[in-house]
Nanobody, 127 residues
Framework: QVQLVESGGGSVQSGGSLKLSCAAS????????MAWFRQVPGKEREGVAA???????KYADSVKGRFTISRDDAKNTMYLQMNNLGPGDTAMYSC?????????????????????WGQGTQVTVSS
């Protein structure tokens, strides 16, 4: 099992930026394939970005060019740099790890691929 804790959420004006962090602990060998998701009440969870081995990344079209996912393996931490935020980015952001894959990551943006989840951090963007 991997424990994941998000931080860095908050309130920001449109056009602003935030950087989210996801600290992993426990069985971190099971945290090589990771992703960020977001969800608002009444809507389905949306995969935002995924990161695998060798820095391979994948982004949802809705955030491509504005968000950057990265990781620091020495710190067991994953990041999501969010720029040019708009009201449509308001959501609860959660990080997740796929513990079934430690070598070849699926790079999936589907929530069903992931097993361990953080509690989430709220991002609110005002117009």
């Amino acid at each position: 099992q991997v424990q994941l804790v998000e931080s860095g959420g908050g309130s920001v004006q449109s056009g602003g930026s935030l950087k989210l962090s996801c600290a992993a602990s426990g069985n971190v060998i099971r945290a090589k394939c990771m992703a960020w998701f977001r969800q608002v009440p009444g809507k389905e969870r949306e995969g935002v970005a995924a990161i695998g081995r060798y820095g391979i990344t994948k982004y949802a079209d809705s955030v491509k060019g504005r968000f950057t996912i990265s990781r620091d393996d020495a710190k067991n931490t994953m990041y999501l740099q969010m720029n040019n935020l708009g009201p449509g980015d308001t959501a609860m952001y959660s990080c997740a790890a796929d513990r079934t894959n430690t070598f070849a990551c699926s790079m999936s943006l589907g929530a069903q691929q992931y097993n361990d989840w953080g509690q989430g951090t709220q991002v609110t963007v005002s117009s």
